[in-house]
């Protein structure tokens, strides 16, 4: 189920299982014993899929719901049903259990696609005939694309406009407006498998290139920020990523940690948590806009943090341009999958974003690579296995 923003995804995999558990026609001819509920996260899996507004909890009776055991990370029925919850970002995990059916949420924003997917089909053998409902906002990625390609796969479509009536009227009245007839919002409003932009500067396919499943020893790593002006509504995002550098000398992007509308206290502790989970070597902080503000704000929160201020004097596409030729060269890897900040890099063009955002993401990757490649050196390096 391709669907936009909003289009009630999470409503149809939920109703879906509790159909799939009842044994509901046309959705199934007989009750299913044992459900795999796959989503982004553990935390997705459990604040969307089984607690969230529109998740399995809420939406069934009270005499048919499932109990939650947290601890277990599973729902029981009263009719002895169990649906047992992963995270796709633990791909091992769902090697061993076995299933009738599965629901797996977001997949197109699972980190470790294609490994988590395929240890699920493994798992899918029981049964005469084992299903499952993958609903996602549509990415132009290779699983996405041969899953649609395939014979056995039902395909149905929901953009945010069919659920309109069960949406805020401001939400439709500022995002759907804001962002209808763009590239971005035929993606994650209309549900469309958006292809790569033809003048972008990077590609999807030089970007699977670049994949890996995980990283090798670093001898040094960054944590690079792009701070917005401001954390008011319809700001830009902050762009904080990681990324570190081999003792062959090659890159890999770690962690892209950016969220939009962060304070400033904010932003500096979600990337100062990443510099302390990754044992970084140092923070490198754009600071065009407010420079004084980025360095007080990160020091107020962690003294001892080496930061290096970096200041731009040259256009985004121009900076952007070296790095792109590394991703080209085969130097820069991406550890799993980084969804939202591999749409910008696909849609940056010499323009910009063909939304006219800030590519607050890309930002903070061509900072990141920069540093590691120019051997600017805060603080000690240190060899770490990640």
Partial sequence: MLGGRGAGKTRAGAEWVRAMVAGTPPYATRPHGRIALVGESW?????????????????????????????????????????????????????????????????????????????????????????????TTPRPLPLIKRLLADPHTRVTRAPTRANAAH?????????????????????????????????????REAIERARVGAAPPMVRIVVAIDPPGSSRPGADACGIVAAGRSAAGDYYVLEDVSSDRLSPAAWAARAIALYHRLEADAIVAEVNMGGEMVRAVLHETDAAIPVREVRASRAKFVRAEPVAALYEQGRVKHVGCFPLLEDEMCDFAPTGLSSGHSPDRVDALVWAITALVGGAHVGGPRMRVL
């Avoid at 091992?92 to 949420?105: K, V």
Wanted: hydrophobic content about 40%; glycine content about 8%.
């Fill in 167 to 203: 949406l805020s009227p401001a939400f439709l009245e500022t995002v759907v407006a804001r962002y209808a007839g763009t590239r971005q919002g035929r993606q994650e409003l209309d549900g469309e498998l958006i292809e790569d932009r033809p003048d972008a500067l990077w590609s």
């Fill in 43 to 135: 935390h997705d899996a459990r604040e969307v899929m089984v607690e969230g507004e529109s998740g399995l909890l809420r939406i069934t009776p009270r005499r048919e719901r499932p109990e939650w055991i947290a601890t277990r990370r599973r729902l029981e029925w009263p009719s002895g049903a169990v649906g047992e919850v992963f995270s796709a970002d633990d791909p091992d995990s769902l090697r061993g259990p076995q299933f009738e059916a599965a629901w797996c949420d977001e997949l197109a924003k699972w980190r470790y696609a294609e490994a988590s997917f395929d240890m699920l089909q493994f798992g899918l053998r029981l049964g005469a005939r084992p299903r499952q409902l993958i609903t």
